[in-house]
């Protein structure tokens, strides 16, 4: 079955930094486009970035260009956001996620940025 695990979130300074993983079993993760999403309570999830299978081609939500880099590594079946220059704006709940004839999600991991 289709699993996606996320880790790397945590509490840091407005400013700092932070390398989320997402660990993918269950699929053929080299051919799957990868995407993060993030939620805050109270809003809708939006897509923060996502990856073309090879990772030649990525596409960034404008609030998050030049500042986050989405990565994969196909040989560890692993997909990687490093956040940088981090806002108080980015805290919210971090999802992995795919499509395999439907749309499947991590369990999420929290990023805090403090002001």
């Known amino acids: 079955q289709v699993q996606l695990v996320e880790s790397g979130g945590g509490l840091v300074q407005s400013g700092g930094s932070l390398r989320l993983s997402c660990a993918a079993s269950?699929?053929?993760?080299?051919?799957?486009?990868m995407s993060w999403y993030r939620q805050v309570p109270g809003k809708e999830r939006e897509l923060v970035a996502s990856i073309s299978p090879g990772g030649v081609n990525t596409n960034y939500a404008d609030s998050v260009k030049g500042r986050f880099t989405i990565s994969r590594d196909n040989a560890k079946n692993t997909m990687f956001l490093q956040m940088n220059s981090l806002k108080p704006e980015d805290t919210a709940v971090y999802y992995c996620?795919?499509?395999?004839?439907?749309?499947?999600w991590g369990q999420g991991t929290q990023v805090t940025v403090s002001a």
């Open positions: 269950g699929f053929t993760f080299r051919s799957s486009v």
């Open positions: 996620s795919t499509i395999i004839l439907r749309r499947y």
